[in-house]
């Protein structure tokens, strides 16, 4: 019995020492720091008047959501985040923390020397680190401002940190910057994501056994991964729990029935579905930044390659910052089951041809791009065939570069006759599909069986530049000023017009002949749904709805009785048209419903022939087969 009470007596004489020798040390480290700080204030960003914690961001991951509101995409680099306000955090959350980490938080202010001993006693006893000791405010300084090195400079920036963060900011402040900032291993950072990661559910849902499971990782990451080992997991998590009686938090019961539960982590995925709508999405988020933020406008003022190179890496920088950074919910118009069905049926259609095929479609009463196809078989960082290719839209282009123009100016009926003979001007001289001859047809005729020569000649009388002024709402890209010939009303232009702008273009025969530019993205929102930015949806007349009508009906009849009697679906309206470039090098279709404007392409990344395909006609299977079921 003796030698025992010597060995408790021996014990308590060395914590005190212990205890004493700390409470010294830091009186003459916080006189050495303030004495350094009068005499030198370096390094001076350490040193200054305020330490502004809302300058200092704790990485928030975005969303991209569809049209019903769910997640289809998680946007984070390589850290997991969520951001949750004080009063949002569970109470059990915030005292298994105090409980643990530091049980005077609420008391001291930003060290506790106390605290430092009673950390050692506790580590040494159990012969392992189990309380760490520095207080939820020294870890906080230290994760935000600070690193992990163990040197003396960073332990002395670190009290005087704490102490500015004490008398700047609330103990609720510090504490909710500090649950969001801690790392619960695995990339994952803060109670919220760490509770849907390791459990599929929001922390508010989480029972006690699952937080004190939870609150158990911080302390030694890696020890306590629950993927690598769980049951070490699961002994500190008796320990919080042991903690949380110990002060009160909780009951004998609850105490007992919080160890008697059985955890089970559910490992959730990042979720990342629909790549091809999503990748548009990024690239349609950039350009809503550019807009409103007015690097677009630096962009049109820009004179030099160098300029423009420097405005673009700023404004990558800013995109990042948003999405990465600061966190953002992006609104989506997605339909996931079109976007489905789309995808299927291009993968299905060209699942053995050589060809690539792009799809966009757009509801158009919405002005919203609903769905997009960027190939049969996209993967994330390729190129997105919806978008990023330019190509001759052959005679797609006819129906609004030519027989709108031709209409509104001269008032022509569809029954109208018109020449279509064979043309010259100069060297060009342009042929008919077969070779084919005609002489007088009806404007009807000529448009529905896509006959050239007419179409060059409709041009020609309407006057080339008065022909593209009706493109300028569409604002193509890549058409140049050296466009402006005859043989543009075939498709002949030097680069084209990508898949997503030709579907836009179209949707203008829907809407009574008045344009406006349709958006994958709504609103962006921040995390409690405040509008940050949308865009701004301008309607442009384009063409009288008189001329619109006629232009509806030889739209119709080139699907009922023309070249794209293929893409046929019963409909209360149905309208298209058929395109093909020279050599067959691209297959074409932009067809309307009452509801939808879809566009369809055919072709390949280097351009060649793919005239192999044509009798099959690709191009308006899978348009029908999209459209009969939508």
């Known amino acids: 019995m003796k030698e025992k009470s010597d060995r408790t007596m021996f014990k308590k004489t060395v914590s005190f020492s212990i205890i004493f020798s700390l409470f010294i040390l830091f009186v003459f480290s916080f006189i050495g720091v303030t004495k350094e700080v009068k005499q030198t204030k370096t390094p001076k960003q350490w040193w200054k008047d305020e330490i502004l914690l809302h300058n200092f961001h704790i990485e928030n991951n975005s969303q991209f959501l569809d049209k019903n509101g769910e997640v289809f995409e998680e946007v984070y680099l390589t850290e997991r985040r969520k951001y949750i306000e004080y009063e949002d955090i569970p109470i059990d959350v915030i005292h298994a923390f105090v409980a643990v980490e530091d049980q005077s938080f609420f008391t001291h202010r930003g060290v506790d020397i106390r605290g430092i001993g009673r950390a050692l006693l506790t580590n040494a006893e159990h012969a392992s680190i189990e309380e760490g000791g520095s207080t939820i405010t020294q870890q906080l300084a230290r994760n935000l401002f600070l690193t992990n090195e163990k040197k003396y400079e960073r332990k002395l920036k670190e009290l005087l940190i704490s102490f500015k963060l004490e008398k700047q900011y609330t103990k609720e402040e510090i504490i909710e910057y500090y649950i969001n900032k801690i790392y619960f ?7 919220e994501a760490a509770s849907h990661y390791y459990f599929g559910k929001q922390s508010n849902e989480l029972s006690l056994a699952e937080i004190a499971f939870l609150v158990a990782i911080p302390n030694n990451p890696t020890l306590y991964n629950p993927i690598k080992n769980i049951e070490k997991t699961k002994e500190r998590q008796k320990h919080v729990l042991k903690n949380m009686l110990a002060n009160n938090y909780i009951s004998k019961n609850e105490h007992d029935k919080a160890i008697a539960e059985k955890v089970n982590i559910q490992i959730q995925k990042p979720i990342h579905q629909y790549p091809d709508y999503t990748d548009y999405v990024y690239r349609e988020f950039k350009a809503l930044v550019a807009e409103k933020e007015g690097f677009k406008k630096q962009l049109q003022k820009a004179e030099t390659d160098e300029e423009k190179q420097k405005i673009q890496e700023k404004l990558q920088e800013r995109t990042n910052e948003w999405l990465y950074v600061r966190g953002v919910h992006v609104h989506t118009a997605l339909d996931p089951k079109l976007q489905v069905n789309a995808v ?17 479609i757009i509801n158009h009463n919405a002005h919203t791009i609903q769905a997009v196809v960027a190939g049969k078989d996209f ?4 190129l997105n065939y919806a978008y990023q290719i330019y190509r001759q839209p052959g005679s797609a282009i006819k129906p609004l570069l030519v027989f709108a123009p031709y209409i509104e100016k001269t008032g022509a009926s569809t029954s109208q006759l018109i020449d279509a003979s064979r043309f010259c001007k100069g060297s060009f001289c342009p042929k008919n599909y077969g070779n084919a001859n005609y ?24 006057g080339v530049e008065e022909s593209f002024n009706y493109l300028k709402p569409f604002q193509f890209e890549k058409a140049l000023k050296s466009d402006k010939n005859l043989a543009s009303a075939i498709g002949g232009f030097t680069y084209g017009v990508s898949p997503a702008e030709l579907t836009k273009a179209y949707t203008t025969f829907a809407t009574n002949g008045t344009f406006t530019q349709s958006y994958a993205i709504q609103k962006v929102t921040d995390a409690n749904g405040e509008t940050l930015f949308q865009w ?10 008189t001329t619109n009508d006629k232009m509806r009906k030889l739209l119709n009849k080139t699907i009922t009785s023309g070249t794209a009697r293929r893409a046929y679906v019963s409909k209360n309206y149905i309208g298209g048209k058929t395109g093909t ?31 192999r395909y044509e009798s099959a006609r690709p191009h308006l299977q899978i348009w029908k087969e999209i459209m009969q079921v939508n």
């Open 344 to 360: 299927h049926t291009v993968q299905h259609v060209l699942s053995n041809l050589d060809v690539e095929g792009a799809v966009v």
């Open 581 to 611: 470039t020279n050599d067959v090098k691209d297959l074409w279709f932009i067809g309307l419903t009452d509801d939808y404007t879809a566009g369809v392409w055919i072709g390949n990344q280097n351009g060649k022939s793919i005239s």
């Open 439 to 462: 002489h007088r047809v009806t404007v009807e005729k000529a448009f529905i069986s896509s006959i050239n020569t007419a179409a060059v000649r409709l041009m020609n009388n309407t």
């Open 185 to 191: 291993q695995n990339g994952v950072y803060g109670i």
């Open 536 to 545: 701004e949806k301008k309607t442009t007349p384009v063409w009288s709805k």
């Open 379 to 382: 993967k994330r960082q390729t």
